[in-house]
């Protein structure tokens, strides 16, 4: 189950020729690509943080702010791409969905022996 961790980025790349077959907008896939590999980036080295932490509170709290801060990200960059360009945005938005089920589907695979600083055994 260790090679769901990456279905997300898997998504992402099966999503491109989608997206140039189909004609949508490349704005989309890009704003949304980045965003998600930086956020992937700063949700990984959070959570190897909080799982560090021994207060179960700042834990928790160190964990849930990055998970509210990233939904805010991904829906600003979303608007902003839907501003510069409406097809873009709705592309963005569904890719967006996409990965957020495949990001999720690839977490719960895990469970508690996936996540930073917990032993598979």
């Known amino acids: 189950m260790r090679g769901l961790r990456w279905l997300d980025f898997a998504v992402l790349a099966a999503a491109l020729p989608v997206f140039v077959a189909a004609g949508l ?4 896939w890009a704003a949304v690509t980045g965003v998600w590999a930086l956020q992937r980036l700063a949700h990984d080295r959070l959570s190897r943080r909080a799982f560090a932490v021994r207060d ?5 709290m160190l964990l849930a702010v ?3 801060a990233r939904v ?3 829906a600003l ?3 902003g791409v839907g501003a510069i360009e409406r097809e873009a945005g ?3 938005a569904v890719l967006s969905i ?5 990001y999720l589907i690839g977490v719960m695979s895990r469970g508690a022996a996936g996540a930073p600083g917990m032993s598979n055994g």
């Not at 907008?25 to 989309?28: E, F, I, Q, Y």
């Not at 996409?98 to 495949?102: A, F, G, M, Q, R």
């Open 90 to 92: 709705l592309a963005a």
């Open 77 to 79: 960059v979303i608007f």
């Open 72 to 74: 805010w990200i991904l």
């Open 98 to 102: 996409v990965l957020v089920t495949s």
């Open 66 to 68: 990055g998970m509210i």
């Open 56 to 60: 179960p509170r700042r834990s928790t």
């Open 25 to 28: 907008p490349l704005l989309g």
